[in-house]
């Protein structure tokens, strides 16, 4: 049953912790007495604390460890006395657990993947990949472009969209690489393999369009070498697909280069449009999750529920990706521990080893993570965060890690740790990159985010944003913190959105056009 919003309400987590966070929109004001039946009760609150943000349950001494998630998230900076507000002021960070002497595939799955009967309607592709969207993709070999693509998109839209219903629209792969940058620095590779991989995403259908400018130091033939599509639908498999250079000298101005643009897609568009949905395994979905503008609530509601929807995704036999290194790297145990075998757990070190070091290149490291927006919503540092962004990743076996930028094997199923810088556009690119048809992105401060190559489902942490942004939440898991759901019945719920999704059904990002664009992590030098 739902609980009068009136009412004051905190909620933790785990039974040893030490702290609470205040459930009620706008927060509590000091004299509070916390009812029965709330972790505190019989508590008054000494001073407000806002939503979000923490209350003592007990006396805390100086230096004593203040457990969230039944963990230390921090060490009292002073005595801290029962209903106080434990604010971030109050608190010193812990310090990063080393990368050695861990957990290695320690802890048993209690989930094993199976075949589900369930299906989504979907299209399926000559490689046996599944997207989710039958997309007319322009990728381009260097940022130079970007302008006359965009124009190219316009036109396709307006001329040739209309007359291929099966195409649920074009997208313009458009990004901030090609030249003025070490092409062959070691680390080169990550941006590159990023775009060749996003060209291949299954949404795209095996298909793509190349627009080049003709003196970049990423031309089409390093982007997308003989044998980079070998799906291609009536093509051999060292043929280089379709594409415009714009240095090309039978171009004679702007209108000529936008001319051969629109004149290349039309047969890619009728290739694609000879697709139509079919019914398609739950196994063929690869759902990336990730959270932005996270606050207190998300560890509590939304990626929780997102949790239990991924365990079910894998035990029907589907692929789910969690990443974002600096939001995960301070529960290294729990992922190490989690590891299918040794030498996945080993691969988790190298990753988040890899990027503590680039990192400390940068002369910061993973605190810099924590926006504002975070403190604001009740996150005090990048532990806190850390605790409440792995829990989305569920609790299966982590089955694979992917580097920056690579992309799954069609045999590489199950849970996936893709690593990835935590920034939200970095992480949704990459994650492109690897495979993905599917996006769920939790959010407690709110932000439009969205992509164009996939669809995006939103989940709100909190009812009172569901509320507001209305018309840009597509799911709110606030309805755990209110009562009304139960973790398990939100996961199953927004399962059976996803499935409609993918299935067609359109996200408000997709309903307003709203989408973020493509940010390569580039860690190579720019000259």
């Not at 001494?61 to 921090?74: D, H, Q």
């Not at 030498?343 to 990192?359: F, P």
């Not at 580097?403 to 810088?421: C, I, M, S, W, Y």
């Not at 556009?425 to 690897?434: D, N, R, V, W």
């Amino acid at each position: 049953m739902a609980m009068d919003r009136a009412t004051p309400l905190t909620l933790k987590v785990d039974a040893l912790d030490n702290v609470a966070i205040v459930a009620n929109d706008g927060g509590l004001p000091s004299g509070t007495l916390l009812p029965a039946g709330v972790p505190g009760a019989g508590l008054v609150l000494r001073e407000g604390v806002p939503q979000g943000h923490k209350v003592a349950l007990r006396d805390l001494a100086k230096g004593e460890a203040v457990l969230r998630y039944g963990v230390p998230i921090g060490y009292a900076r002073e005595a801290i006395v029962a209903g106080s507000w434990v604010s971030e002021a109050r608190l010193e960070m812990p310090s990063a657990r080393t990368l050695t002497d861990l957990p290695m595939a320690t802890r048993v799955a209690p989930h094993s993947a199976g075949q589900s009967p369930r299906t989504f309607m979907g299209y399926r592709n000559a490689d046996g990949s599944a997207g989710t969207r039958n997309l007319l993709a322009v990728t381009t070999t260097v940022q130079c472009v970007a302008g006359v693509v965009q124009q190219a998109v316009r036109r396709i839209e307006q001329e040739w969209l209309p007359l291929f219903p099966n195409v649920d629209g074009v997208v313009g792969l458009e990004h901030s690489y090609g030249c003025g940058v070490a092409i062959d620095a070691p680390e080169a590779v990550i941006p590159i393999r990023t775009l060749r991989h996003i060209s291949l995403n299954p949404n795209f259908g095996g298909e793509v369009l190349v627009v080049s400018l003709g003196c970049e130091k990423l031309p089409p033939s390093r982007l997308l070498p003989p044998g980079s599509f070998p799906i291609q639908a009536g093509r051999g498999a060292d043929a280089a697909p379709p594409g415009v250079c714009l240095q090309d000298s039978h171009h004679v101005g702007f209108m000529s280069m936008l001319d051969d643009i629109v004149a290349q897609a039309r047969p890619v568009l009728e290739r694609l449009n000879a697709r139509v949905r079919e019914p398609i395994p739950l196994s063929e979905l690869v759902v990336g999750v990730q959270c932005g503008g996270s606050d207190a609530f998300s560890g509590v509601t939304a990626n929780p529920a997102v949790g239990h929807m991924a365990d079910l995704l894998v035990q029907a036999g589907a692929t789910v990706m969690f990443s974002e290194n600096t939001e995960v790297r301070d529960a290294v145990e729990q992922l190490t521990a989690r590891a299918a075998t040794p030498e996945i757990a080993q691969a988790i070190v190298r990753e988040l080893g890899w990027y503590d070091a680039y990192l400390e290149r940068g002369r910061v490291d993973r605190s810099a993570n924590t926006t504002p927006g975070n403190k604001a919503g009740g996150l005090s540092n990048i532990v806190e965060k850390a605790m409440g962004s792995i829990i989305k990743s569920g609790s299966s076996a982590i089955a694979h890690v992917l580097a920056p930028g690579e992309k799954l094997r069609p045999d590489q199923k199950g849970l996936v740790f893709a690593a990835t810088p935590a920034s939200d556009f970095i992480c949704g690119t990459l994650q492109l990159a690897a495979g993905m048809n599917l996006h769920v992105f939790t959010t407690g401060r709110g932000t439009p985010y969205g992509l164009a190559a996939c669809p995006v489902v939103k989940v709100a942490t909190r009812s009172d944003l569901a509320r507001r942004w209305h018309d840009l939440m597509d799911f709110n898991a606030g309805q755990i913190a209110d009562g009304r759901l139960s973790v398990a019945q939100a996961g199953e719920q927004l399962l059976e959105q996803l499935i409609a999704v993918a299935s067609g059904q359109r996200t408000w990002a997709e309903r307003w056009k709203l989408h973020n664009a493509l940010v390569l992590f580039n860690p190579a030098p720019v000259t």
